[in-house]
């Protein structure tokens, strides 16, 4: 896109207010799209991508928590920025745990909208090219997957269990959004590894483990240069660590491991069991349950677990047959 295309979408249910907006930035070098419905603003999105949506909470007809996972699956680089009156303040604070990147009080200041704007859409710029970036690196992730028939689909299997404990303990939305890169990423550093150790048909050597096992360090230091990646590095740094502090690459111990490394530690192990290796067939289901629920406390976070194993039991008892 280039430097003078700067497409604002502005969401209000009050014709007054959206000539407020229009007003107050119509100055500005920003091409400006309205909606008074949420009809009207689908739309809206479906024709253009976004450098800001900003959009009223209490639009008629339609949650917002709704019409902020709508906006970001349509929008996914735009920034998403809510606006509220004084008594709806709670909830425009609400929204920033539900995806939205920022929130204005109505009413407001023209002159100060204006600064505000310039600012909101400066940082857009910058988060764009991090998640072009990131989404890049992501492509690499799963070809790295890709390799191995053994490996393939194992990040993304290993991100839809983490998302699935996340969502069940109340993470925020940004912690299931950093889950969820750091998720398909957790093995990016195997990248440094090479194939006739990933690769090899077999049980690893002791030397050969060892070099395993710097995969998390490769990555970190592979990742760490991306400023989008800042939160989601950690996650995948200690993703091997155990709850007894006997894992790596630092060995550190119970709560002092970030919750996503947690997290992912679990799905990460369990969909290694219940997968086939050339050293060995799939364990069933029952089996690796069993197994995550034996070492819980020691190798894994016990609540972590437990919120698992409901998951695995909730969704063999949607499956069909399940239950007689």
Not at 6 to 34: H, K, N, R, V
Request: proline residues 3%.
């Amino acid at each position: 896109m280039a430097q003078s295309e700067t497409y604002l979408l502005l969401i209000d249910d009050e014709p007054s207010m959206l000539t407020a907006f229009q007003d107050a930035l119509g100055g500005l070098d920003y091409q400006l799209a309205t909606a008074v419905t949420w009809a009207d603003a689908q739309q809206q999105l479906a024709l253009q991508r976004y450098n800001l949506v900003i959009a009223d909470i209490r639009l008629e007809g339609v949650d917002y928590q709704e019409m902020l996972r709508k906006v970001r699956n349509d929008q996914r680089y735009a920034f998403i920025v809510t606006t509220a009156g004084y008594a709806d303040i709670d909830t425009a604070i609400d929204s920033l745990h539900h995806g939205a990147d920022d929130y204005l009080s109505k009413p407001f200041d023209a002159r100060d909208l204006a600064v505000h704007v310039r600012k909101l859409v400066d940082k857009q710029r910058l988060q764009s090219v991090n998640r072009q970036l990131l989404d890049t690196i992501k492509v690499l992730a799963m070809a790295l997957d890709a390799r191995d028939h053994y490996t393939h689909g194992h990040s993304a299997q290993v991100t839809e269990y983490s998302i699935a404990i996340a969502q069940r303990m109340g993470l925020s939305f940004k912690e299931i959004d950093d889950l969820r890169d750091a998720g398909l990423l957790h093995d990016i550093g195997k990248i440094g590894i090479s194939d006739a150790i990933l690769l090899k048909p077999g049980r690893l050597t002791e030397a050969e483990y060892l070099k395993i096992k710097e995969h998390p360090a490769i990555g970190k230091k592979i990742l760490e240069p991306v400023a989008s990646l800042a939160d989601k590095v950690p996650l995948i740094y200690h993703h091997h660590e155990r709850f007894d502090g006997k894992g790596y690459p630092l060995g550190l111990k119970g709560t002092a491991i970030p919750l996503g490394a947690r997290i992912l530690a679990v799905a990460d192990s369990y969909q290694a069991m219940t997968s086939d290796r050339p050293y060995r067939n799939a364990l069933p289901l029952s089996v690796a349950i069993e197994e995550l629920v034996k070492n819980k406390a020691t190798q894994f976070d016990a609540q972590v677990v437990d919120v698992f194993v409901a998951y695995l039991t909730e969704c063999a008892g949607d499956a069909p047959g399940a239950g007689g």
